[in-house]
Nanobody, 123 residues
């Protein structure tokens, strides 16, 4: 099972940019579908971006055009580039993994999770 560690969260002003990283160990990400989720206080965990094993991407409507998910197999790392950040993007962001080729799945179907990294966007 892959072990995931996120980083890159920060406090930024609206309109700013951040790139989150998720470094994996224990297994290669080449065979996994990877996703970014976020959870704001009092809200359910929400899938924002998914990168299937064979390269297909999916984005939540709320972030499409602003967020980009990518993976570096050589570094065994997943990234989430975020631009034009809004206060409503404020949340704890998590990376998640599931072996195989999948579209964006419910959170409970991902088998590995990181500990999260906090993104705060002020207006």
């Amino acid at each position: 099972q892959v072990h995931l560690v996120e980083s890159g969260g920060d406090s930024v002003q609206a309109g700013g940019s951040l790139t989150l990283s998720c470094v994996a160990s224990g297994d290669s990400l080449r065979t996994y579908t990877m996703a970014w989720f976020r959870q704001a206080p009092g809200k359910e965990r929400e899938g924002v971006a998914n990168l299937a094993r064979y390269g297909d991407t999916q984005y939540a409507d709320s972030v499409r055009g602003r967020f980009t998910i990518s993976k570096d197999n050589a570094k065994n790392a997943l990234y989430l580039q975020m631009i034009s950040l809004r206060p409503e993007d404020t949340a704890m962001y998590y990376c998640a993994a599931r072996d195989g080729n999948h579209g964006l799945l419910p959170a409970g179907l991902y088998t590995s999770w990181g500990q999260g990294t906090q993104v705060t966007v002020s207006s």
